[in-house]
């Protein structure tokens, strides 16, 4: 899986930036919103789906952003 970067455009007009690390047999996701510059990560057997992935990273942050509001 390697590391990689993606953006994906929520109904805000942010843009949040993914990046894909590889720890072993896991992945580390950090997803970034271009506007605030706040990050989250999770963590994910590296055999999961990517998009399950960006999933569950996009929902923990915009939990953090609706908490942080």
Do not use: C, W
């Not at 953006?7 to 993914?18: N, R």
């Not at 047999?25 to 590296?46: F, H, L």
């Amino acid at each position: 899986m390697g590391e990689s970067t993606d953006a994906m455009a929520d109904p805000e007009e942010h843009e949040v930036y993914f990046e894909f690390v590889k720890v072993g047999n896991a992945v580390k996701v950090t997803a970034i919103d271009s506007v605030t510059a706040i990050e989250v990560s999770v963590m994910g057997p590296a055999n999961a789906a990517q998009f399950d992935l960006k999933q569950l990273a996009l929902r923990k942050l915009e939990a953090r952003l609706k908490r942080e509001g």
